[in-house]
């Protein structure tokens, strides 16, 4: 069921809330990154597991090298598509997959937000593993955590709940 911007705002303002501060604790946290630490050092908060670095990333997902107005473009895209998807069938979803609609627009919105404004996406959280052998994750944000965590939510509430039965979405996937 269709439903429109004012009866999301009326019936689910937890969703906005959360979305609210979720972008705005990812904005605070680039803004300090770049405050605090320096481009190539980093510190150490756990000794050989993680520590804040600061990178900035010129490209899209990873640092692949994408031009400018591609990034733009693809990015306003997909945010669009998943705003469009979640508002049409926000009630008949699970609510994992609301959550997950959810930090997906917030990380991907406060991430192109900081893309169009600073020409860059602004990185920090570093993990890694160098006891043994060396093994290291991408360097990112509370957005990225965001975005990861909402394709989890999402993919979580529209297959495993599916098959269990205990998912209330009333849309059928043929």
Request: net charge negative; with cysteine.
């Given at each position: 069921?269709?439903?429109?911007?004012?009866?999301?705002?009326?019936?689910?303002?937890?969703?906005?809330?959360?979305?609210?501060?979720?972008?705005?604790?990812?904005?605070?946290?680039?803004?300090?990154?770049?405050y605090?630490?320096?481009?190539?050092?980093?510190?150490?908060?756990?000794?050989?597991?993680?520590?804040?670095?600061?990178?900035?990333?010129?490209?899209?997902?990873?640092?692949?090298?994408?031009?400018?107005?591609?990034?733009?473009f693809?990015?306003?895209?997909?945010?669009?598509?998943?705003?469009?998807?979640?508002?049409?069938?926000?009630?008949?979803?699970?609510?994992?997959?609301?959550?997950?609609?959810?930090?997906?627009?917030?990380?991907?919105?406060?991430?192109?937000?900081?893309?169009?404004?600073?020409?860059?996406?602004?990185?920090?959280?570093?993990?890694?593993?160098?006891?043994?052998?060396?093994?290291?994750?991408p360097?990112?944000?509370?957005?990225?955590?965001?975005?990861?965590?909402?394709?989890?939510?999402?993919?979580?509430?529209?297959?495993?709940?599916?098959?269990?039965?205990?998912?209330?979405?009333?849309?059928?996937?043929?």
């Open positions: 069921m269709r439903i429109n911007l004012k009866t999301l705002l009326v019936l689910y303002p937890q969703y906005i809330w959360g979305f609210c501060i979720l972008f705005f604790l990812d904005s605070v946290t680039k803004i300090l990154a770049q605090f630490l320096q481009e190539g050092s980093g510190i150490e908060i756990i000794s050989h597991f993680f520590s804040l670095q600061l990178a900035f990333n010129t490209g899209v997902a990873f640092s692949f090298p994408l031009p400018y107005f591609l990034q733009i693809s990015g306003v895209v997909l945010l669009v598509g998943i705003l469009y998807w979640g508002v049409y069938y926000f009630e008949d979803i699970a609510m994992s997959e609301r959550w997950g609609i959810t930090l997906l627009l917030a990380g991907a919105s406060s991430n192109l937000w900081e893309r169009i404004i600073d020409g860059h996406v602004t990185d920090f959280l570093f993990f890694y593993h160098d006891i043994y052998y060396t093994f290291s994750f360097i990112f944000n509370i957005a990225d955590i965001a975005i990861f965590v909402g394709v989890v939510l999402c993919l979580w509430g529209g297959s495993v709940l599916q098959k269990s039965g205990k998912n209330n979405s009333k849309i059928i996937v043929q």
